[in-house]
T-cell receptor
């Protein structure tokens, strides 16, 4: 069973707007990661946030983690057409044997 | 750096045929993984390896076998392909354990079983 679930499943915005995607998970985690997948390509690692961190930034990306609500959000500011992709959260949950569990993803479309 | 290279990129098999998917990484990563990606289901772990000579089952291992004879290579085998194995297969590698490091993914193998 999948640990993380993204919301919404699909998101369409105009270029320059901010995009927010959410991830909910079920059990305690060690860390949570976000990945991007362009159509027909492999996943690319974006950012990792540890269970003892609440917020992390990387360029136009901002990730938050709320362990009490078992949720995370990924904010992409000033979106560009090139940000069009699927975004996945992946959880490394406590007790797992060295593997990440991926959600089903959010399909982001940025319209020019 | 090539990163993670998967071969082949595309393949069509007939039911009952066998094949091997090859994953090669040049980053000296200890950990390697095989996932399958199906529409609406995200990625599901098939098998993984925590080092040369080791393999372990993931979430959906049935119908697949793996081998890690060399640190840089991780092979995924289908002994008798079934239509349910039609999917996109991704190999990934990581430096450390327990998801403490980001995974590096290959570009995928699109397999169709008819």
């Amino acid at each position: 069973s999948q640990q993380g679930e993204e919301d919404p499943q699909a998101l369409s915005i105009q270029e320059g707007e901010n995009a927010t995607m959410n991830c909910s998970y079920k059990t305690s985690i060690n860390n949570l990661q976000w990945y991007r997948q362009n159509s027909g390509r492999g996943l690319v690692h974006l950012i990792l946030i540890r269970s003892n961190e609440r917020e992390k930034h990387s360029g136009r990306l901002r990730v938050t983690l709320d362990t009490s609500k078992k949720s995370s959000s990924l904010l992409i500011t000033a979106s560009r057409a090139a940000d069009t992709a699927s975004y996945f959260c992946a959880t490394d949950y406590s007790g797992s044997a060295r593997q990440l569990t991926f959600g089903s993803g959010t399909q982001l479309t940025v319209l020019p | 750096n090539a990163g993670v290279t998967q071969t082949p990129k595309f393949r069509v098999l007939k039911t009952g045929q066998s094949m091997t998917l090859l994953c090669a990484q040049d980053m000296n990563h200890e950990y390697m993984y095989w996932y399958r990606q199906d529409p609406g289901m995200g990625l599901r772990l098939i098998h993984y390896s925590v080092g040369e000579g080791t393999t372990a089952k993931g979430e959906v291992p049935d119908g697949y076998n793996v081998s890690r004879l060399k640190k840089q290579n991780f092979l995924l085998g289908l002994e008798s392909a079934a239509p349910s194995q039609t999917s996109v297969y991704f190999c990934a590698s990581s430096y450390g354990a327990r998801g403490d490091y980001g995974y590096t993914f290959g570009s995928g193998t699109r397999l169709t079983v008819v």
